[in-house]
């Protein structure tokens, strides 16, 4: 599927299945989302453009590639993609990081947002969009159109888990936006959590029920 991306490192697949596990605890769960988004993220940054420049080596005055082109900015969706900001500043630590605040209503599991802070002006930043689960797709077209209509152009998406019904939703409502997903689960249930997926991702990361 046109900009789609399911990766298939191993390091990958081994810490999303760690994730799975009931009985991986706050800690553990918190580090594994950090991490995974450091490799998701090493993956959805391979286009970032460079531009070479002069460098003084001890030993001698060269011109070696630095990133270029527009600078970066992370958009969490509260709470869970909260918990994958850190990973993506550990790869571009001049990224300025927005806020958007989303959470499903428990009976239409239509997205309700309740918080909303961009870096201006966000229309000249490569905008990567963070949130650990792709579920119904609700709370990622929900996300993304708010950025555009703050004048967002250039944006990702990156998901650890998601479903296809949420894939379908996201890539209708926006063919531009690159979606990058860590793995690709079966379907939702009736209550629109994924399966086999890893549970309520938010709870996990904060240690609430
Ligand atoms: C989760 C998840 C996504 C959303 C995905 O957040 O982090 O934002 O659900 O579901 P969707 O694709 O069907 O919209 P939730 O609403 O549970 O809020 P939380 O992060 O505060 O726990
Ligand atoms: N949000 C989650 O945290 N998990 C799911 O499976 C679906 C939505």
Do not use: W
Request: with cysteine; proline share 7%; hydrophobic share 40%.
């Amino acid at each position: 599927m046109k900009n789609v991306f399911i990766m298939d490192h191993p390091l990958i697949q081994h810490k999303i299945s760690l994730l799975r596990k009931k009985e991986t605890g706050t800690n553990e769960f918190r580090r594994l989302v950090e991490e995974i988004a450091v490799l998701i993220g090493f993956e959805a940054f391979r286009d970032l453009p460079l531009e070479d420049v002069e460098v003084e080596t001890p030993i001698e005055t060269c011109m070696t590639p630095m990133l270029a082109g527009k600078k970066l900015a992370v958009v969490p969706v509260l709470r869970a993609g909260l918990g994958m900001v850190n990973g993506i500043t550990t790869l571009v630590p001049s990224a300025k990081i927005g806020h958007i605040g989303l959470y499903r209503d428990p009976e239409t599991h239509e997205p309700h947002e309740y918080y909303c802070k961009l870096p201006v002006p966000i229309e000249q930043r490569q905008i990567v969009v963070v949130d650990p689960m792709l579920a119904t797709g609700g709370s990622a077209v929900a996300a993304v159109d708010f950025i555009k209509k703050h004048g967002g152009k250039t944006i990702k998406c990156m998901f650890i888990i998601a479903a296809p019904e949420g894939i379908e939703r996201l890539t209708k409502a926006h063919p531009d936006v690159q979606v990058y997903v860590g793995h690709l689960d079966r379907e939702l249930n009736e209550a629109a959590y994924i399966c086999p997926g890893l549970g309520d991702a938010g709870d996990r990361i904060f240690g609430t029920k």
